[in-house]
């Protein structure tokens, strides 16, 4: 009994006492060499040098300034709480998941079809069904890399069957992949939704013109390279009758879209409600009308949603305390005050904000992006008069850009497995396609009325 009295007593020592004396001389130093803003986002900055995963270098930099100011670590817990306890967070497991039910239900080979029978004839015209499906697909999923692998694992294999140039293959399918966050719904829409507290409907409205624009620039693009790449065409007149035929045995993958978003469009329900009902009919059709889907998929649908969720929520929930840090000691007024010293015209205002997230895409993926970097921009765009909603289009086609950027470029990385290429030779091809859509952020830019002409349109000015 004694030895168990001992033993407690010799827990209860606060080993913490003699570290924290030993780290004291340590934190007066850095406290007093540098202001809060610098230790931010210096230590930010060195974490991801350093290849810590984004949600604990976000976290561990909180942490340090929590340290060095003396502030109570439980309200770095109840940030963290609190940032994930947000309603519409709900849908972006449920679009995940509905995503992947109408993927390996069979949806996305059936819009396939559909493109085909329109686009399919023109030169280069797999490449064209490759975006017009992205564009469709994208209807329904939400996500950039889910997008490309739903419709480039079929139809990179396809082309490459044609004798199509496998870096080029690669580098459409990818570059069709970013408009699954473009066009509505999307993940990374809620997420700025969320995070500028701006309407997610009024976002998915806005995206809807831009995601057309985007797409028509990227098949200009593809038939402009197709006269460069190799490929055997295949002489096969339109034919309306083939055409209504396909639309027909499909007519359930086309009302996919409009399950997601006429609800929503209509004000019948909210986003998240909307995800909700992609989900059950995903799992209608696959299941019950399509028969291609079974347990076992099912099973894997749900393994895919929850990961990429998992990775979302680490990643949102240690950026809410980074983003109160980012307010309470003023950097979005050190940015606002750089970027007006610059310059006060909202179209260069985006430009150079479109410049630095260019750049930014290469090493952060998109939820990074958008979480850290929202808060910093919001009191600029504001200041410059630039509408939030406007914005937030404009700073989605960037982050497409940055799918497309090695060192990080998920969805250059998901075409380049499936052509089987190397990540040199597709990063030259998608040069041009980038090309095409800093074309289309210039143009965003320069006209807000393609952003804010629909949304204003249905739900009217600023509601």
Known sequence: MNFFIYAIEFLNINFAEPIVAF????????????????????????????????????????VLVFWLTDEPFA????????????FPFIAVPM?????????????????ISISDCFVGNVRGGLAHVTILSCMLFAAISGSGPATTAAVGGLMIPTMLRRQYD???SGAVAACGGTLGILI??????????????????????????????????????????????????????????????????????????????????????TPTESAVLAVIYGFVIGFYVYKELDLKLVRECLEIATLVTGTIAIIWGASLAFGELINIH??????????????????????????????????????????????????????????????GIVFVVNCEIGFLTPPLGTSLFVAMGIADTTLGRISLAVLPFIVSMLVCVLLLAYFPSISLF????????GK
Request: proline share 6%; net charge neutral.
């Open 166 to 168: 496998k870096n080029y």
């Open 330 to 391: 003023e950097i979005p007024l050190i940015v606002t005050k750089f970027i007006t010293g610059i310059t006060e015209n909202p179209f260069f205002i985006l430009v150079l904000i479109s410049l630095f997230l260019t750049f930014v895409g290469m090493w952060l993926n998109t939820m990074a992006q958008i979480i850290i970097l929202t808060p910093l921009f919001l009191p600029v765009i504001t200041q410059a008069n630039i509408d939030p909603i406007h914005f």
């Open 454 to 461: 629909l949304p204003n349109l249905i739900l009217g000015v």
């Open 75 to 86: 309200s770095l817990a109840l940030s963290y709480y609190s940032g994930l306890d947000k």
């Open 23 to 62: 780290m004291e001389p340590a934190k007066n130093l850095i406290a007093s060499s540098f202001s809060m803003p610098t230790v931010l986002l210096g230590s930010l900055a060195l974490f991801l040098i350093l290849r810590v995963p984004i949600g604990i270098a976000l976290g561990l930099g909180s």
């Open 184 to 269: 509505p719904p999307s993940i990374a829409m809620i997420i700025y939704g969320v995070s500028s507290d701006q309407s997610i409907t009024r976002l998915f409205i806005a995206g809807f013109l831009p995601g057309i624009l985007l797409g028509f620039l990227l098949m200009v693009t593809a038939s402009i390279m197709a006269r460069f790449s190799t490929v055997i065409e295949e002489d096969r007149p339109f034919s309306f009758q083939h055409s209504i035929e396909t639309i027909w045995e499909a007519r359930w993958a086309v009302f996919a879209p409009v399950v997601i978003l006429g609800g929503i469009y209509g004000g019948i329900v």
């Open 95 to 111: 679009f995940l998941l509905a995503g992947a039910l109408m993927e390996k239900g069979g949806i996305s080979k059936r819009l």
